[in-house]
């Protein structure tokens, strides 16, 4: 056992479930942005949060969920996201990132994203944590299956889309796009998505 | 802008120029913040720091310029940027967006554009001002030039591409394109970029 004793709420017990899943995520939090993605291991969360490392799999159903919730606080499964960019023709991978990420995000009218980017802009370890989950786990993955070249560029674009579309909809507003129906989203955007994904990039 | 000029600074003597600027300046940020960018007046703007209107035109050649100085923190004057992004074959614009936001903020190391993210995020009316400025005053009038349809569409695409690859490539500083050369970044992006200003967008 390592010193995860710092604050009392660490110790007591649990009355039940909600209790352990709020303690899971808030040590989750802050282990995530003390050791990184990779650092962080599920026993030590658990150690944090003083509950039993099963719980991260009973709750989460593992560590990429579990971050994903509580540090990109994704109300999705990322690699349930993974399956589903990938189900379909390659041809339409940029369409599906468009409907994905827009129907997650305004799913909280855009709340979610908002504070995303404002823990990111508040704390640099989030950002670092961010970009490994989202450009390695997330899209990298996506683009392995591809099989392009210059993987890491062309994740690292479509993150520069991804995000732009995500402050330009939800925090700024812009309209059009702030009310844009998916569908012109998807006309606008897809197409230059695609192109970072499997078109040439220079 | 630093704590000692927060309230003398409307009533004391001009020592010289520097005081006058440094107090349009202090008095632009809050004026623009008050009433929007159209809403604030020179005359207002030049009250609220004690000094003739006539100081705005000779510190900054304008309102637009006092503008991006204080709100947007561009170093660069936004006709002039205009100017730039026009002057040339229509089929380089998106070329010349990517390298004038490039090296405009790669001047100060990204400082700037965080600076304006920072400040976009911690209030709403800062939003409002950049996106009457960014998309009604610069993008829209480079896209009348072009005299395509759907401008307003347009220029908010436009948005979301360059404030993405700005958060990329200053905030969160995923690489490669954090450390990429301007050459790389044209190739990639200026082709999206010149979609979303002429090409089909559906």
Redesign the interface.
Known sequence: MTGEQATPRRRGRRAGGEDTKAALLAAAREVFVERGYEGATVRAIAARAGVDAAMVNHWFGGKENLFAKAVLQLPVDPNVLVERLLDGPVEEVGERIVRNFVAVWDATGGGQF?AL??S??AHDQV?EV??EFF?KQLLRRVLVELAVDRG??RA??C???????G??RY???????AS?DVE?L????A??LQ??LTGD??
Chains 1, 2 share one sequence.
């Open positions: 908002t980017v404002r990111v802009t950002a961010l970009k450009v890491e560029l690292t674009l993150a520069t889309q991804i995000f732009g579309m402050i330009v925090m700024v507003r812009f309209e059009p796009i844009a012109v998807v006309k606008a955007i197409p230059n192109r970072y990039i220079g």
